[in-house]
């Protein structure tokens, strides 16, 4: 069993469209550890639309905050403190999958951050999607998740295809590609299903 969680450079980058390819491929369980906000459709809820396997199995949130913010500032407002001896792995035989809350260093409390949550045995996907100043931030991911003596299993670039960024980016990031997903009209369960036959090869082999 392995266990993958997916980190992006910042906010709306695709990681939860990237932890439905993920799950499908692999038929993997998923686990969100903290929905800030859209608690009626939360990613987990995302992630069950987006997949046609049945072995997945979704685990609940340790933490499920009301609003939209940086989990420290979503859970001040709830009046909660995110504990993270509280944010508890679930239990599964299966291969499990964890999405991360916007990047790395989005903070839990006043002291803790998403990094904190990644455990020596995640594999880490790093996905990142291009715009101005997404060299910078996917190389300071990629280094400070190294810093951490953490293993950086491969890079997803999403959007429509950058290849001097994207190249960049591989060499001084000396980081795997695992793949690239296209700028999609609609994001659905037959594209999921694509991507996952294309990705799956080169996951397993991670």
């Known amino acids: 069993m392995n266990k993958y969680f997916i980190t992006g450079i910042g906010t709306d980058v695709g990681k939860t469209v990237v932890s439905a390819i993920v799950v499908e491929a692999l038929q993997a369980d998923y686990w969100k550890p903290v929905q800030a906000g859209e608690l ?5 809820h995302s992630i069950e639309e987006l997949i046609s396997n049945s072995r997945s199995v979704m685990h609940g949130h340790s933490y499920a905050l009301k609003t939209p913010m940086s989990p420290h500032a979503s859970a001040e407002i709830d ?18 999958v964890i999405e991360g809350a916007g990047g790395l260093l989005v903070p839990l409390n006043d002291r803790e951050t998403i990094l904190d949550m990644i455990k020596d045995d995640y594999k880490v996907i790093v996905v990142s999607r291009h715009y101005l100043g997404s060299i910078n931030h996917t190389l300071l991911t990629l280094s400070q998740l190294r810093a951490e003596g953490l293993e950086v299993a491969g890079i997803i670039f999403n959007g429509a295809v950058h ?21 999609e009209a609609l994001v659905d369960k037959t594209v999921i299903k694509k991507y996952a036959k294309l990705f799956k090869p080169r996951l397993e082999a991670l």
């Open 79 to 96: 009046g909660v403190k995110i504990d993270l001896k509280q944010i508890i792995e679930p239990k599964t035989d299966n291969n499990l």
């Open 163 to 183: 290849a001097s960024t994207e190249d960049i980016i591989k060499k001084m990031g000396k980081v795997k590609e695992i793949g690239r997903i296209d700028e």
């Open 40 to 44: 009626s459709h939360s990613d987990t």
